[in-house]
């Protein structure tokens, strides 16, 4: 079994640190794991051109994408971790999102799941990570994903907030074993 967790966070950060916690727990249970860092790739925004509509055609614009469209073909389950911007994932991920569509019949069926984090607290970023969550449950549907899991973490705001959170190794073992048990 194979995971690739893509982070879509712009810089190394609380998405980052809670997605790297849980690829740790899934290595130590034996798991093949590997990260794929948004940040790290040059990644061009769609421009419409709708040459790759429904998956029938490649992709005509050659970046970093290319890599990502191979690992996502050889993996089982896809994890993405996004920090919350205004109740959405991060300009990168939603643009790593909108570039899958040459991957519209290799997708279909794949194992997916994701995490969130976001700097509000209490009903406010409960809100916020729950629109959130309803976007990216929506993708899954539209791309016809096995959602399995998610996670959500509010209360993060500054850039290693994470890390001081006692909460946050339980809450990502708890996600990785929910996670092992509907596979």
Do not use: W
Request: with cysteine; proline share 3%.
């Amino acid at each position: 079994m194979k995971i690739i967790g893509i982070c879509g966070s712009p810089r190394k950060g609380n998405s980052e640190f809670v997605l790297r916690n849980a690829l740790g727990k899934l290595k130590k249970k034996n798991i093949e794991t590997e990260l794929f860092l948004l940040r790290e790739k040059n990644i061009q925004l769609c421009d419409g051109c709708l040459v790759c509509s429904g998956g029938k055609a490649p992709c005509k614009i050659k970046d970093d994408m290319e890599e990502a469209y191979e690992k996502l073909k050889e993996t089982d389950i896809i994890i993405v971790a996004s920090p919350v911007y205004y109740d959405m994932v991060s300009p990168q991920l939603l643009n790593f999102i909108v570039r899958l569509n040459p991957l519209t019949n290799e997708l279909k069926g794949k194992k997916f799941a994701f995490i969130l984090v976001g700097q509000l607290e209490g009903g406010e970023g409960k809100e916020s990570l729950g629109n959130t969550a309803n976007y990216l449950k929506q993708i899954s549907k539209i791309r016809e994903l096995n959602l399995l899991n998610y996670l959500l973490i509010d209360g993060v705001k500054y850039i290693d907030d994470a890390e001081k959170k006692e909460d946050i190794d339980h809450k990502c073992k708890s996600f990785v074993d929910n996670l092992i048990n509907l596979l």
